[in-house]
C-alpha cells in the first residue's frame, strides 16, 4: 500500500513534479517510425509527459521533435510547411530546425539579425527498431544513447506499433511484473491446450499447481533497474525458467514471442489518465514470415485497430467486445487479444488513476513492490540534487528477457544462473532456451 504522497510521486508526471523529472532524465519513445516516413513528410502532432509537441523529418532524414507552438505569437505548428530543412509556421513564416534555431524570420526588417534570438523548444531524437527515442531533460543532463540491440536491427528483424491506453503509465506497467496473474487471466478453459498462446510460443502454456508459480523466485537490483527470475511447473512436468529485466524508467521485456524472438513493452505517459503503449516484437535474425502473419492478422499478440487512430478496436468504451459466451466455455476472461485482457485490467484499477491506498498486496506482489521501492528511492534522490546514474550505463539496457524448458527433476540454481547469463548477453541465439 502507497500512501497518497507517495502513489502522486509515482504517477505525476508533469513537467517540473518530480517524476516527470526522472522521466525526463532517460531517452523514451515518442513516436513511430512510420509516422514521419521520410524527408518532408507530413508533420505529426504528439503529446508526451504533458508536452504538446510535433515531431517531423527534414529534407536531411534528420528527425525533429519541437514545441507545438509557434514562440512568436503561439500559432500552431502542426499546419507549419515541411520544407528545405526546416519547418516554417504558416502564420508569418518564421522558421525553425531540427535543433530549435531560428532560420528565417521574413515579417520584419530586422529578421536577418533578430532570429538568432529565437528559439523553439526542441528535443534531440534517434531512430532505430520502428520508434523515435527522444531526450526531454536538460541538455547539460544528456546521457549515452541506451544500447538497446534493436536500435540497430533492419527492418525485417523488427515489428514494431503502438496504441493508446486511457489509464496512468504506472498502473500498466506493474501489470508485467505481476507473476500470479497470468494461469487466471491469459488462460483458457481446458488446460490451456487451445490456447492461442501456443501457437506464438511454441509451447503448451499449461501450469501446473504449486506455490513457486505465485512469486519470483529471485529478485535483485542491477544498474538499469531490476532482474526477476521465475520458475514455473508446466503442465507436462518439465520447469520453465524466466528472467524478466526490468529498466527505468518504463522499460518491460515480457509477452508472448515465438521461439526466436524477443518482446519490449514501454508505456509513456501522456499525461497523468492516459498513456502510450509502445509495442516491440524482434529478433536477431529476419522474423519468420509465418510470426508476421500472426502479429497483423492474427488479432492474438496485437489487436485490431480502429483505422486512422491509435485505439484498438475492442476498448474501454466498448468493454473490449467481451464475449460472455465464450468466457462460459472457452477462454476465462472473454476478451481476445492477450495485450487487451491485460489492458482490461489496467484501465480501471479505482478508475484510470488507481488510488494505491486501497490495495491488500501480498507476497505473490514482491516483484511491484519492489519496482516501486526503486522508483521511489530514485526520484526522492532527484529531489535532493542527486542524478540518477541509471541512464549513464547504456550497456544496461542490452538486457533481454531469457526463457528455458527443462526436464523435471533439473537443478534449478543451476537453470535460473544459465538463464541469467542469457537474458545479459548477445551472444544467445534466442531468447528460448530449450533444454
Not at 512510420?34 to 510535433?54: N, Y
Not at 500559432?75 to 504558416?90: D, H, I, Q, T
Not at 524478466?244 to 518504463?250: E, G, T
Request: proline share 8%; aromatic share 10%; charged share 25%.
Amino acid at each position: 500500500m502507497l500512501s497518497l504522497e507517495e502513489n502522486e510521486l509515482l504517477t505525476n508526471t508533469d513537467p517540473g513534479t518530480p517524476m516527470g523529472e526522472l522521466f525526463r532524465r532517460f531517452w523514451i519513445p515518442v513516436a513511430l517510425s512510420e509516422e514521419v516516413p521520410g524527408p518532408d513528410s507530413d508533420p505529426v502532432r504528439i503529446k508526451i509527459l504533458g508536452e504538446d509537441l510535433i515531431v517531423f523529418k527534414d529534407s536531411e532524414g534528420r528527425v525533429g521533435l519541437v514545441d507545438a507552438y509557434c514562440p512568436h505569437r503561439g500559432a500552431p505548428m502542426f499546419f507549419g510547411r515541411n520544407e528545405e530543412s526546416g519547418l516554417r509556421c504558416v502564420y508569418h513564416g518564421w522558421k525553425f530546425d531540427v535543433d530549435g534555431a531560428c532560420t528565417d524570420l521574413p515579417n520584419a526588417p530586422e529578421g536577418e539579425t533578430f532570429k538568432n534570438k529565437v528559439k523553439i523548444a526542441a528535443y534531440p531524437c534517434v531512430e532505430g527498431g520502428g520508434l523515435i527515442l527522444a531526450f526531454m531533460g536538460p541538455k547539460d543532463k544528456q546521457p549515452p544513447v541506451p544500447d538497446f540491440e534493436w536500435l540497430d536491427l533492419p527492418p525485417s528483424h523488427f515489428y514494431t506499433k503502438k496504441f493508446r491506453l486511457e489509464c496512468n503509465w504506472l498502473q500498466a506497467q506493474e501489470g508485467d511484473f505481476d507473476p500470479s496473474h497470468v494461469r487466471f487471466l491469459h488462460s483458457t478453459l481446458d488446460n490451456n491446450s487451445s490456447n492461442p498462446g501456443n501457437r506464438v510460443s511454441g509451447l503448451n502454456l499449461g501450469i501446473a499447481s504449486g506455490r513457486e508459480y505465485y512469486g519470483y523466485y529471485s529478485m535483485e537490483e542491477t544498474d538499469t533497474g531490476m532482474l526477476f527470475s521465475s520458475v514455473q511447473e508446466m503442465s507436462s512436468g518439465k520447469i520453465s525458467v524466466s528472467v524478466l529485466p526490468w529498466m527505468m524508467p518504463a522499460f518491460c521485456v515480457p509477452g508472448t514471442a515465438g521461439l526466436q524472438m524477443f518482446s519490449s513493452n514501454m508505456r509513456i505517459p501522456i499525461d497523468n489518465t492516459s498513456m502510450m503503449f509502445f509495442r516491440l516484437r524482434w529478433s536477431r535474425e529476419p522474423i519468420p514470415e509465418n510470426e508476421l502473419r500472426e502479429y497483423k492478422q492474427g488479432g492474438y499478440v496485437f489487436p485490431e485497430m480502429i483505422p486512422g487512430t491509435w485505439k484498438t478496436a475492442a476498448n474501454v468504451f466498448n468493454s473490449y467486445q467481451i464475449d460472455r459466451v465464450a468466457q462460459r466455455n472457452y477462454n476465462y476472461t472473454g476478451i481476445k487479444a492477450f495485450p487487451l485482457q491485460d489492458i482490461a485490467m489496467m484501465e480501471d484499477q479505482w478508475g484510470p488513476l488507481a488510488d494505491r491506498r486501497k490495495e491488500h498486496l501480498t507476497s505473490a506482489d514482491e516483484g511491484i513492490i519492489r519496482i516501486r521501492r526503486r522508483l521511489i528511492r530514485t526520484v526522492r534522490n532527484l529531489m535532493e540534487g542527486i542524478e540518477p546514474q541509471e541512464p549513464w550505463h547504456p550497456e544496461g539496457f542490452r538486457a533481454n528477457r531469457a526463457r528455458m524448458v527443462l526436464p523435471a527433476g533439473s537443478n534449478i540454481l543451476e537453470a535460473v544462473a544459465k538463464a541469467k547469463a542469457a537474458a545479459l548477453s548477445r551472444t544467445v541465439p534466442s531468447g528460448m532456451l530449450i533444454v
